[in-house]
């Protein structure tokens, strides 16, 4: 008898722990806080779908954006949340309408009107409840200098240089892939990017545009209209993305393309994982207008044909350079319709440069050598996609191989500074393994 006591006792108990739990089914696990040049979206981690009411404080006193979870509990350490917005003062709980409820504060710089929404859960996210508050929230820093321009004559101002938007994926909060030993995915694109940007500026012919020069995250639609306002002629998209287990290792190069997931491969990229942040983007854009089915076309659409062909051409081009330099994990260019790619009306590409996801490609991918390598064989990739398929007024499209005959005291470096190019473009164009070079050796010089 005391022992079926006992056992009702306990499951009693059990009774009470479960409904206990469920009573707090929306605990808010976690809060991050994204600021980006144009907005601050504050993100709520939330263990089921949310029930929420907010109003706004913004008349007397410091203004306030006040947020009511229903039947909830906060488990997050509000006071441990990073802010770097200059829009976003503070976030604190404050004494809520029922035992029941909790209620969060945000107190704000600004009179915003906040967009708020849920959104269920995605590849490494679950509920969430979103915040965004649209305005200045952080300085951006200022784009890089030309250190190394080459002065132009006034025959090389007639035709302008080819514009290249290089984009480093993932940023801020974003830390895009995390590799074995923790490094970030975000700060291999940059560095690679920043990488690929000098040698690009360091080109007569060519500009290059970063899309972010710092650790800070960015939307897809500001990185789209930043490569509309440089009038880019490429984009560029860099990473070095994780795959489920730690074996591929290798770069590969995709292109926009028709249909949805081609491949194997892509269909698990773009199903669960790590273009997480451009996918999540859409994703949340699709869900604040309601799933229209007209902007989802919009967004999910094809560009030009022609700009997709470029994006082809200059994939087989680049992914020639990589194989060169790492292993390739697919030796052909691959079809995804990645938003990166499909938000932009420009020839673009989208770089994997190796998993970081795998051990020995980890290492590489920290090590300056090999982002210097990755660098150079993304630049000579692109100087030989725009040699061979020039776009209409620039350098490249007027330029005239010049022949030479290698005298004696000759170098790279000098014959580049006569006439006006870079040692990597001759390198490049005449497809030589070193920069020593022999007398009477014959090198086609690209020139205007
Ligand atoms: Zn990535």
Redesign the pocket.
């Known amino acids: 008898m005391k022992n079926l006591h006992q056992q009702l006792s306990c499951l009693l108990l059990a009774v009470l722990m479960f409904s206990a739990a469920s009573a707090h089914a929306s605990a808010i696990d976690s809060v991050r806080v994204w600021p980006t040049p144009e907005q601050t979206r504050i993100v709520f981690d939330v263990a089921a779908e949310p029930s929420y009411t907010y109003f706004t404080l913004y008349e007397n006193g410091p203004k306030r954006i006040v947020i009511d979870f229903k039947n909830s509990k906060n488990n997050a350490d509000l006071k441990a949340v990073e802010i770097e917005s200059l829009l976003l003062n503070r976030i604190r709980l404050s004494t809520p309408p029922n035992a029941s409820t909790v209620r969060i504060v945000l107190e704000v710089n600004d009179a915003v009107d906040p967009k708020i929404y849920k959104l269920p859960p995605t590849g490494p996210y679950g509920h969430r409840l979103v915040v965004d508050l649209a305005g200045i929230s952080m300085v951006v820093p200022p784009a890089p200098v030309r250190e190394s321009r080459v002065v132009r004559t006034a025959e090389w101002s007639e035709h302008r240089p080819v514009v290249v938007a290089i984009d480093a994926?993932?940023g801020g909060q974003d830390p895009?892939?995390i590799g074995p030993t923790g490094t970030y995915?975000k700060m291999i694109?940059l560095a690679v990017a920043q990488r690929l940007a000098a040698k690009i500026n360091a080109d007569p012919a060519m500009e290059a545009v970063l899309t972010r020069n710092g650790d800070y995250g960015m939307s897809l639609a500001q990185r789209a209209s930043q490569v509309r306002q440089a009038r880019a002629d490429f984009f560029i998209s860099i990473?070095?993305?994780a795959f489920t287990t730690p074996q591929p290792r290798g770069a590969s190069v995709w292109v926009l393309s028709r249909s949805r997931s081609e491949t194997e491969y892509g269909r698990a990229l773009e199903n669960k994982e790590?273009?997480s942040e451009e996918l999540y983007e859409l994703d949340s854009r699709l869900q604040e207008n309601g799933n229209d089915p007209f902007l989802a076309r919009a967004l999910l659409d094809m560009r030009r044909d022609d700009s997709m062909q470029d994006g082809s051409l200059a994939a087989e081009i680049l992914l020639d350079q990589l194989g060169r330099v790492t292993t390739l994990h697919r030796p052909k260019p691959q079809g995804a319709s990645f938003a990166v790619l499909s938000n932009i009306g420009t020839p673009s590409v989208l770089v994997e440069l190796g998993f970081i996801s795998n051990p020995h490609k980890e290492r590489l991918l920290k090590s300056a050598a090999h982002q210097e390598k990755l660098a150079a064989a993304l630049y000579a990739g692109l100087r030989t996609h725009f040699t061979r398929y020039p776009v209409d007024g620039t350098i490249l499209a007027h330029q005239q191989l010049h022949k030479h005959v290698v005298a004696r005291g000759e170098s790279l470096s000098i014959l580049a500074q006569r006439y006006n190019t870079t040692v990597d473009a001759i390198v490049q164009f005449n497809d030589l393994g070193s920069t020593t070079i022999r007398v009477g050796q014959e090198l086609h010089i690209p020139t205007s």
């Open positions: 994926g993932h895009g892939s995915e694109t990473h070095a993305d790590r273009l």
